[in-house]
């Protein structure tokens, strides 16, 4: 057997007080891909930034090719052929791909840019990850997610790196684009590069990964070959327990119709026409792109409406400001939600209440505040001290509940959920979902566009499938399976 | 409306509280020896200058500072940036610390009245210098005949150019008391030739404005034959305007700066009203010295200002 | 978890830190000087702080919603001139009060509608308006200052509160109290400070921008014209060249006392000892007899720690 290219024993890591790391292994094996697996707050990140140089461990040793390796900068980890793939892409986006490949480390002859070299070599590169045909003078900002996260593997891979850190590299990748990126690691793996692959997403480590590593709490829980591995033992070792279902059950309680979206066109979505019912869950599924977001913007009066009719329990709305959308009766989960549900740096009870700060004439009536988010912190189980605490310092989960928080405490009549378990642990999935079907319950009616396709065949009553803009399919989510699904999302019949 | 009602009325009460006078300016405390001078020691002399900013105050700076030191007085020395409600702040600071006497070079001639009244109420003598303080009493007042010397510039320039021609003029920092006077004097005087101001434009006492305002109002007036600036600073700003033109113009400048009375020598200026900053700052201290010795002094003195020429 | 700790400790620490520096100047002062700590310079401070204090407070709500105004300096001489105008003219004290506040406050308005429906970044907004209403002063003064005669008014800003207390210090703390309550207190402060951490999600929760930003540049006019009332009371005449350089006494204050200058993160209380912080500098070293060429250097330094504690969080 190979020498392991990567080798992490026995390290520790502190924040002050705060024990981050408490002895984690981790190996990395040539032409070996490797899930990293624990909830948001387990150390994975930590691990992969003391592998990168960003950190350095208290104590622990580092090898590379069986030698004792000081990364000590991001510079000696990309020395030792190590490079990451950031969730955030790293990419100048007014910056063309060639500039993007080579920034930092430009070809130049006699202190002049060597463009012609540049774009040779930008070719090579490119043809490295399939990606032969783009043009390695396109600017990034047209490129798609996807295409943007090959240039960035591109470049990894021009500086000779031999292991690629992934960091939820599908998070934000369409199906295909998925597809095209696992066979792309399945080659490199083929040619001997370690790939450590960090993901919530069971099914993709399932289908790709040679072995598993999780950490629970800074603590390293163990390694496992994928082969033989049940799904089950995967989950209880990262939560600590046996989760009871992973789609927590609802009964169903359908009333009549509460909002009628007829024929709606505006930016990209062309003739949307549905009908939601009180206490129903319609997931909206789709490819990347396919206007699934925008037709939420459309709703919630952040885009324009061009033509089409918009009826909440009634009365036609046509929404044009947010403001307006949420005194009709919606509320808008969006996907992202540091960027844009909510604001960082306030605390939990001002987060919750700033669609509808309760006061009196302005005045803001600071014990009804409390008492409204004590109230919403115990009903959704959120997890935290203390409310004046700022969301930042909160798991992705937890901020997630904050999210849902503030739309709850306006009672909304239609509640938007766009990608509502992006970036949350599995045990922090299970909870948001037994909310969700408490809302239904309830007889909100809730819209959820989802990417993960067992979430919106389990969650949903019906499943709206968009493609290009255009409702491709209406599916009855009892008889739907993910092919169903898949073919209406690419257009096919 | 009960709420109402108490709001007035304690508003009343605020208003009927309040008044012009401050704390222990209602009569000299009888601890304060007339002149305010400090019990032991050297006595402190304040000086508030308008700005450093220009040779000419740095000047009478230097001026004062020499003289203090051969009067055996302290001098405590603040700026104020150009900014009048700075200098408020810097000569209520000089206030406080109990200086003797105050020499005031006003930045402004409306604006410091108020402080040369709670300096007095405080019982410390001001003396202003170049500048006059409107609205205020002072002890004395040492500066250049302004409206004299901007007569000067003119008499030369229509001796230089037998009372025909055509003048451009800049002008100090609009609002202040040597540029009204200076121009008054000026203008007044011109006006009595057969010359003729074709343009004025404010230039605020700056050299780098001086070029720009000079390069637009030469290219929009093409038959000048002087430019009058109200200081040398500006004054050698047009030099450099007119650097490499063709052409012959007189140029007169005001102060007598070191930079302005080289460019005398040299040629680059015509003439400049020399005024005598370091004079200005040596009688203030020495006016301010008579104070804390209760001697009488005058209620105005006029530095003399001089014409220089290369002869 | 870590974060959880620095996240409260971090601002709490920078927070105190500007009431440290204060207090450690005090102390400092208070040794050398023998005249610093005396009630006649301690109010004396207080009121050359006030118009600063004015000013900063309602940069504090600009900056804390994520913007900039760099016309407040502007915006004082134009509403001290239009003031001393309309009484020149003969119009009476309240009027003449009444017509400079409300041309502050829609000078202000003018910069949130630049910037809200404009779409035109607060720096370069605010800096247009600021050399608009430079030039508009100078038009309406001529560049002479225009005196004031009235001694009703000139008691605004040269009067005393029971013959101690300077007015213009009395309305600095009243100004205070009313814009800590509604930084604390209301909706509108509320909304300030989302904006300000994240505007994006501020609209999505409901948070209308507009009349916000409207609102927000709108408040801090209307204090750079009471400033504008109150300067021109106290120097008895209104300057065209007033309040120059105002503006960046006045961010600097903001900043010193703590507020992010990426918005959404300070406090009110810190732009008073933000403001006392440079107002003492000044006071201190005037009485030490320090040149003014190294008290510009001395604040530029105080200036660059406090920014670069900003950056480090």
Same mark, same amino acid.
């Given at each position: 057997m190979a020498a392991p290219l990567i080798r992490m024993?026995?390290?520790?890591?502190?924040?002050?007080?705060?024990?981050?790391?408490?002895?984690?292994?981790?190996?990395?094996?040539?032409?070996?891909?490797?899930?990293l697996m624990g909830e948001n707050g387990a150390g994975k990140s930590t691990l992969m930034k003391i592998l990168t140089g960003i950190y350095a461990p208290d104590s622990g040793d580092i090898q590379v090719d069986g030698k004792a390796a000081s990364i000590a900068s991001p510079a000696d980890a990309e020395k030792h052929g190590i490079a990451i793939i950031h969730q955030e892409l790293n990419l100048i986006p007014s910056l063309s791909i060639a500039d993007n490949l080579f920034l930092g480390r430009e070809v130049h002859r006699f202190g002049l840019l060597d463009r012609k070299a540049m774009a040779t070599r930008a070719k090579e590169w490119l043809a490295r990850v399939g990606m032969e045909k783009l043009d390695p003078g396109t600017l990034v900002e047209r490129l798609s997610v996807g295409r943007q996260q090959m240039v960035e593997i591109a470049r990894a891979l021009g500086q000779n790196a031999r292991v690629l850190i992934m960091d939820e590299p599908t998070a934000a990748l369409t199906e295909s684009e998925t597809a095209t990126l696992f066979q792309l690691i399945r080659e490199l793996r083929g040619q001997g590069t370690g790939i450590v692959y960090v993901s919530h997403r069971m099914e993709e480590i399932f289908a790709l990964c040679d072995r598993i590593s999780v950490l629970r709490d800074g603590q390293f829980v163990g390694t496992r070959d994928v082969p033989g591995l049940a799904f089950d033992e995967v989950v209880k070792m990262m939560v600590g327990r046996t989760?009871?279902?992973?789609?927590?059950?609802?009964?169903?309680?359908?009333?009549?119709?509460?909002?009628?979206?007829?024929?709606?066109?505006?930016?990209?979505?062309?003739?949307?026409?549905?009908?939601?019912?009180?206490?129903?869950?319609?997931?909206?599924?789709?490819?990347?792109?396919?206007?699934?977001?925008?037709?939420?913007?459309?709703?919630f009066g952040l885009d324009k409406i061009d033509?089409?009719?918009?009826?909440?329990?009634?009365?036609?709305?046509?929404?044009?400001?947010?403001?307006?959308?949420?005194?009709?009766?919606?509320?808008?989960?969006?996907?992202?939600?540091?960027?844009?549900?909510?604001?960082?740096?306030?605390?939990?009870?001002?987060?919750?209440?700033?669609?509808?700060?309760?006061?009196?004439?302005?005045?803001?009536?600071?014990?009804?505040?409390?008492?409204?988010?004590?109230?919403?912190?115990?009903?959704?189980?959120?997890?935290?001290?203390?409310?004046?605490?700022?969301?930042?310092?909160?798991?992705?989960?937890?901020?997630?509940?904050?999210?849902?928080?503030?739309?709850?405490?306006?009672?909304?009549?239609?509640?938007?959920?766009?990608?509502?378990?992006?970036?949350?642990d599995v045990g922090g999935k299970a909870e948001i979902y037994h909310i969700i079907n408490q809302l239904a319950e309830q007889g909100v009616a809730i819209l959820m566009i989802s990417s993960e396709l067992p979430e919106v065949l389990a969650m949903s009553d019906r499943i709206l499938v968009m493609h290009e803009g255009r409702v491709t399919a209406l599916l009855d989510a009892h008889g739907a399976t993910q092919e169903t699904v898949m073919t209406a999302a690419t257009g096919g019949k | 409306m009960r709420k109402l009602h108490f709001l007035a009325a304690a508003a009343a009460t605020l208003l009927a509280a309040c008044s012009q006078q401050g704390p222990g300016e209602s009569a000299p405390s009888s601890a304060s020896t007339a002149g305010g001078a400090a019990p032991s020691g050297t006595p402190v002399v304040g000086l508030a200058l308008s700005t450093q900013n220009n040779p000419f105050f740095v000047?009478?700076?230097?001026?004062?500072?020499?003289?203090?030191?051969?009067?055996?007085?302290?001098?405590?020395?603040?700026?104020? /940036?150009?900014?009048?409600?700075? /200098?408020?702040?810097?000569?209520?600071?000089?206030?406080?610390?109990?200086?003797?006497?105050?020499?005031?070079?006003?930045?402004?001639?409306?604006?410091?009245?108020?402080?040369? /009244?709670?300096?007095?109420r405080a019982n410390i003598p001001v003396i202003t210098l170049d500048r006059g303080v409107d609205g205020a009493e002072v002890a004395s007042h040492i500066a250049s005949d302004n409206i004299a010397g901007g007569k000067m510039a003119a008499d030369f320039l229509a001796k230089q150019l037998d009372g025909k021609?055509?003048?451009?003029?800049?002008?100090?920092?609009?609002?202040?008391?040597?540029a009204r006077e200076r121009g008054k004097g000026f203008d007044d005087a011109i006006a009595a030739t057969g010359m003729k101001i074709v343009a004025q434009q404010p230039a605020n006492f700056d050299r780098a404005q001086g070029l720009s305002v000079s390069e637009?109002?030469?290219?929009?007036?093409?038959?000048?034959?002087?430019?009058?600036?109200?200081?040398?600073?500006?004054?050698?700003?047009?030099?450099?305007?007119?650097?490499?033109?063709?052409?012959?113009?007189?140029?007169?400048?005001?102060?007598?700066?070191?930079?302005?009375?080289?460019?005398?020598?040299?040629?680059?200026?015509?003439?400049?009203?020399?005024?005598?900053?370091?004079?200005?700052?040596?009688?203030?201290?020495?006016?301010?010295?008579?104070?804390?010795?209760?001697?009488?002094?005058?209620k105005t003195i006029a530095v003399p200002l001089k014409l220089l020429t290369k002869e | 978890?870590?974060?959880?700790?620095?996240?409260?400790?971090?601002?709490?620490?920078?927070? =105190?830190?500007?009431?440290?520096?204060?207090?450690?100047?005090?102390?400092?002062?208070?040794?050398?000087?023998?005249?610093?700590?005396?009630?006649?310079?301690?109010?004396?401070?207080?009121?050359?702080?006030?118009?600063?204090? =004015?000013?900063?407070?309602?940069?504090?709500?600009?900056? =804390?919603?994520?913007?900039?105004?760099?016309?407040?300096?502007?915006?004082?001489? =134009?509403?001290?001139?239009?003031?001393?105008?309309?009484?020149?003219? +003969?119009? +009476?004290?309240?009027?003449?009060? +009444?017509?400079?506040?409300?041309?502050?406050?829609?000078?202000?308005?003018?910069?949130?509608?630049?910037?809200?429906? +404009?779409?035109?970044?607060?720096?370069?907004?605010?800096?247009?308006?600021?050399?608009?209403?430079?030039?508009?002063?100078?038009?309406?003064?001529?560049?002479?200052?225009?005196?004031?005669?009235?001694t009703g008014f000139a008691l605004l800003g040269g009067g005393y509160l029971a013959h101690l207390i300077p007015l213009p210090v009395v309305w600095m703390f009243v100004v205070f109290a009313v814009c800590g309550f509604l930084l604390r207190g209301t909706v509108f402060g509320r909304h300030v400070v989302a904006i300000g951490g994240n505007e994006e999600a501020a609209r999505l929760s409901g948070v209308r921008l507009p009349p916000m930003k409207l609102a927000i540049y709108g408040l801090s006019g209307l204090l750079s014209a009471v400033a504008g009332v109150v300067l021109t009371s106290r120097l008895y005449s209104a300057q065209a060249t007033a309040g120059a350089g105002y503006e960046l006494d006045a961010i600097a204050s903001v900043v010193l006392g703590g507020t992010s200058l990426a918005g959404g993160r300070g406090w009110l209380f810190g732009t008073l000892v933000g403001a006392l912080l440079i107002g003492f500098l000044n006071n201190g070293l005037n009485l030490l007899g320090v040149s003014s060429f190294y008290q510009q250097v001395v604040k530029g330094i105080v200036i660059l720690i406090a920014v670069l504690l900003d950056r480090r969080q």
């Open positions: 024993h026995d390290i520790h890591k502190a924040f002050g007080p705060v024990k981050v790391l408490e002895g984690v292994d981790f190996e990395l094996l040539p032409g070996e891909v490797h899930a989760l009871d279902a992973r789609f927590p059950t609802r009964t169903p309680n359908i009333g009549s119709v509460r909002l009628k979206v007829e024929h709606v066109t505006g930016g990209m979505v062309k003739d949307v026409s549905f009908d939601l019912h009180a206490g129903e869950v319609l997931g909206v599924a789709g490819l990347l792109g396919a206007g699934r977001t925008e037709l939420a913007r459309l709703l033509s089409g009719t918009v009826t909440l329990e009634g009365s036609v709305v046509t929404p044009t400001s947010p403001n307006e959308a949420i005194h009709a009766g919606f509320g808008f989960v969006t996907e992202d939600r540091k960027a844009q549900g909510l604001v960082l740096d306030l605390s939990l009870r001002e987060n919750v209440s700033l669609p509808r700060v309760p006061a009196r004439a302005g005045l803001v009536d600071r014990p009804a505040e409390k008492k409204q988010t004590r109230g919403l912190i115990d009903a959704l189980k959120i997890r935290t001290r203390d409310m004046e605490l700022d969301v930042r310092a909160l798991s992705g989960g937890n901020q997630q509940k904050v999210v849902l928080a503030k739309w709850l405490a306006l009672k909304p009549r239609v509640l938007i959920l766009d990608e509502p378990t992006r970036g949350v | 000047e009478l700076k230097n001026g004062a500072e020499s003289a203090a030191k051969s009067a055996g007085v302290q001098l405590v020395v603040v700026d104020a /940036q150009d900014d009048p409600a700075r /200098q408020i702040s810097s000569v209520e600071d000089l206030i406080q610390k109990h200086v003797s006497v105050i020499l005031l070079n006003p930045t402004d001639s409306s604006a410091l009245a108020g402080a040369v /009244q709670s300096a007095q021609g055509n003048i451009i003029e800049l002008q100090g920092v609009a609002g202040t008391s040597a637009n109002l030469l290219q929009a007036h093409g038959d000048v034959q002087a430019i009058f600036a109200q200081n040398d600073e500006m004054a050698l700003g047009a030099v450099q305007a007119l650097a490499g033109k063709n052409k012959k113009v007189l140029v007169v400048g005001f102060d007598g700066t070191p930079d302005g009375k080289a460019a005398v020598q040299n040629g680059g200026m015509a003439a400049t009203v020399a005024q005598q900053p370091e004079e200005i700052g040596k009688l203030g201290v020495e006016t301010a010295k008579k104070l804390i010795d209760k001697q009488p002094v005058e | 978890m870590t974060q959880v700790n620095w996240s409260r400790v971090a601002p709490l620490l920078q927070r =105190l830190g500007s009431v440290i520096g204060l207090l450690l100047l005090f102390i400092v002062l208070s040794v050398m000087s023998p005249d610093f700590l005396t009630t006649g310079n301690l109010l004396s401070v207080l009121r050359q702080v006030s118009i600063n204090a =004015l000013i900063a407070f309602g940069m504090t709500f600009v900056i =804390l919603a994520g913007g900039i105004d760099l016309s407040v300096g502007a915006i004082l001489a =134009l509403t001290g001139a239009v003031t001393a105008g309309l009484m020149a003219a +003969g119009h +009476g004290m309240l009027l003449s009060m +009444g017509a400079g506040l409300g041309l502050g406050l829609v000078l202000g308005m003018v910069n949130g509608a630049l910037v809200s429906w +404009g779409k035109v970044a607060p720096f370069i907004a605010t800096l247009g308006t600021m050399t608009l209403l430079r030039g508009l002063t100078l038009v309406y003064t001529q560049g002479t200052p225009i005196p004031v005669t009235d």
